[in-house]
């Protein structure tokens, strides 16, 4: 016993050595970093790193830069973070002790997971979140124990809960930078939805904060930053309430959490407005599509998101880098970044139903099924597995990412060789009758996040544009090779229209009305009933005989020489004696015309002029010509659906 004892205090000795110099002697990185200027040397660098234990104990293995395995509070410290974050759930757990998952992250855990980081020099974010689970901006469910509180008894609640977690971080011996009374509380809490109730929560927690630790910050957290004026609004109501706070913290995840200006803009006028500190508390950035744990992630391929870096190890590190450098340089009073769940990655590699027993066992999924009891709606239909392995900071066998590294470097910054990164993919619309042109060039994100066209070879065989060719309107992809990288084109095969605006859209942009005859009506009309494609037409009525006749024409400008086809179709009624035709003119001179006719409403009639010869140069001007006589009194009609169609 004693032996096996020792042999553990050796370990840890050995794993965390007390003032080792950090990172000695680390290989040379390949990422590229650009040094943040003015860089505080106590800019707090974080790590929510709250699923730690439950992926220990599903068996993950966090390995050091060699693929040695190591403490993954060393390999983190040694990256350049400063402090960990914890999340604080009340009591995960259901009546038979199974824990919700996510961690299962009690005060039991956090105080082992403060311990780590205390032995490794890290200091202690405590996220309370005073819930039995997850809370976000969309729900704040009270705990279990708190249900049916009155608001009296709920803030003595938080008050006495968060004093007794302090107080058992305490006798650990973790040192507690910072306690956040709430998570992403955007005016809810705990099941309270006022912010006059919210507050007084928030009071109890920063009341017990100051007596446990008083040197620590005490945070407020939301999220959102892109809604306008909404911190603004948190800031005044905390204000007006004189809630206890030192830091205004936000999460920002890129992808929908606005632009960095818009970021350092809201932070700045809180900062300046209340005399706050500020940071980003979380944040993330994809290093890769791909998921590995058999269970969907929040992004990936596709989607309607915001993606200012490619999905790659280098964009991750230039997301976090530019973060940091937004903060420092433009935001006063920024005191830290805290990357979040950089450490949860795949609990294995082989099935779906290995990691599900796992998720279930030891909570190291996002939820589990216990949670379904108290979260029925969430976590009781989605539980399962990790949503942000692809936006880790270890790959799937827990060796460290290069981006890891960002932390360390950007206050020296890392000069590589300028690189391509990643390929944008090609999107192009090419005509079915013409031959496809695909481009000589791709553009590249380079490691330093500029753009540069690189050279790209397809692989595009001329039986494969024929095929293309032949098969009608449809999308292809196209692959090819550049700068090392496999590059995409995206070709969307159409009958391509060199008209603008040909179903009158636009109104008459593009066209000329030309009214011969005093007509009483003569424009583009609204109207979905009354037009052959989208809701607009080019509308003509007149009240009187022999008052309709009138040209609508497109000069069409810079079309490339070939073999075209026009088009145009009209309906209308009580035209008597007509002459209605489509044309096309050079110059003054028309070289070939189709006759249309109008009948009755709805009887759509084509004018098709199949095909003509268009020189470079020519003056080529498109039209139709209406004259109707009328039947009884005046006549009426639409026009619509234009086309200009190369021909093969
Ligand atoms: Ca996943």
């Known amino acids: ?44 660098f974080g790590m929510d790193a709250s699923s730690v234990l439950a992926e220990e104990a599903s068996g993950v293995i966090y390995r050091d830069a060699e693929g040695h395995p190591a403490d993954v509070f060393r390999v983190l410290a040694d990256a350049g973070i400063t402090h960990i974050r914890v999340r604080v759930w009340n009591d995960p757990y259901d009546s038979k002790g199974h824990g919700y998952g996510g ?23 405590v996220d309370f979140h005073y819930s039995d689970f997850w809370a976000d901006p969309g729900k704040q469910m009270v705990p279990k124990a708190w249900a049916g509180m009155t608001i009296e008894q709920k803030t003595e609640a938080v008050y006495e809960y968060t004093r007794s977690c302090l107080e058992q971080l305490k006798d650990a011996g973790v040192e507690v930078a910072m306690v956040q009374t709430g998570n992403e509380t955007n005016q809810l809490l705990c099941g309270e939805k006022t912010w006059f109730n919210i507050q007084y929560l928030m009071q109890a927690g920063a009341r017990a904060t100051r007596e446990v630790f008083p040197s620590a910050l005490v945070a ?12 603004a609004t948190y800031a005044r109501k905390m204000d007006y309430y004189q809630v206890d706070y030192d830091v205004f913290a936000t999460s920002y995840y890129p992808y929908w959490h606005g632009t960095l200006d818009n970021l350092a803009a809201v932070l700045t006028e809180i900062s300046e407005t209340y005399g706050k500190k500020v940071m980003v508390m979380e944040t993330s950035y994809a290093w890769t599509p791909e998921d590995s744990d058999f269970f969907g992630n929040t992004v990936g391929d596709g989607g309607a998101i915001v993606k200012d870096y490619p999905f790659t190890v280098q964009g991750q590190a230039n997301c976090i880098r530019n973060i940091t450098d937004t903060l420092v340089s433009r935001v006063p009073g920024a005191i830290g970044v805290v990357y979040w769940e950089g450490a949860w990655i795949s609990v294995g590699t082989s099935s779906w139903e290995e990691n599900h027993e796992k998720w279930e066992t030891f909570g190291s999924g996002w939820a589990s099924s216990y949670a379904a009891g108290y979260d029925p709606a969430d976590a009781g239909k989605y539980y ?25 470097l950007l206050r020296e910054g890392n000069a590589v060789p ?57 999308q292809y992809e196209i692959l090819g090779q550049a700068g090392g990288m496999e590059a995409h084109a995206w070709v969307s ?49 007149s009240a009187a005989r022999d008052s309709v006749e009138f040209t609508l024409e497109q000069r069409v400008e810079a079309l490339p020489a070939g073999r075209y086809s026009f088009s145009v179709s009209i309906m209308g009624g009580d035209a008597g004696d007509q002459e209605i035709y489509a044309y096309v003119k050079e110059g003054d001179e028309i070289q070939a015309s189709a006759p249309m006719s109008i009948s009755a409403y709805g009887a759509w009639d084509t004018g098709l002029i199949p095909a003509f010869e268009h020189t470079e140069g020519a003056e080529l001007t498109v039209g139709v010509y209406v004259r109707c006589q009328g039947a009884g009194s005046g006549a009426w009609g639409k026009i619509d659906d234009a086309k200009l169609n190369a021909v093969p």
């Open 103 to 125: 961690g299962n992250c009690d005060i039991d855990t956090a105080v082992e997971i403060g311990r780590r980081a205390a032995a490794c020099g890290l200091g202690l974010i």
């Open 418 to 474: 300028v690189a391509p990164d990643a390929l944008e993919e090609v999107s192009l619309v090419c005509d079915l009758a013409l031959p496809v042109v695909l481009p000589d060039t791709v553009n590249a994100v380079m490691n330093d996040n500029s753009r540069q066209p690189i050279p790209v070879v397809w692989n595009f065989t001329p039986e494969q544009e024929a095929a293309m060719r032949a098969s009608g309107p449809a």
């Open 1 to 44: 016993m004693r032996c096996r004892l020792l042999a553990l205090l050796l370990l840890l000795c050995l794993l965390c050595p007390p003032g080792a110099p950090a990172a000695a002697e680390a290989a040379p990185s390949p990422l590229f970093v650009q040094k943040v200027e003015n860089l505080p040397e106590d800019f707090i």
């Open 220 to 231: 407020l957290h939301f999220a959102n930053p892109e809604r306008e004026g909404a911190y």
């Open 384 to 408: 399962g597995g990790c949503a942000v392995d692809n936006q880790a900071l270890f790959d799937p066998s827990g060796l460290p990412l290069d981006s890891l590294q960002v932390f360390r």
């Open 493 to 541: 095969m159409v009958y391509y229209n060199y008209l603008e605006n040909n179903s009158f859209e636009e109104g008459d942009r593009a066209w000329t009305f030309t009214d011969l005859a005093h007509a009483d009506e003569l424009y583009v009309e609204d109207k979905k009933t009354d037009s052959l494609t989208g809701t607009k037409h080019a509308h003509f009525w």
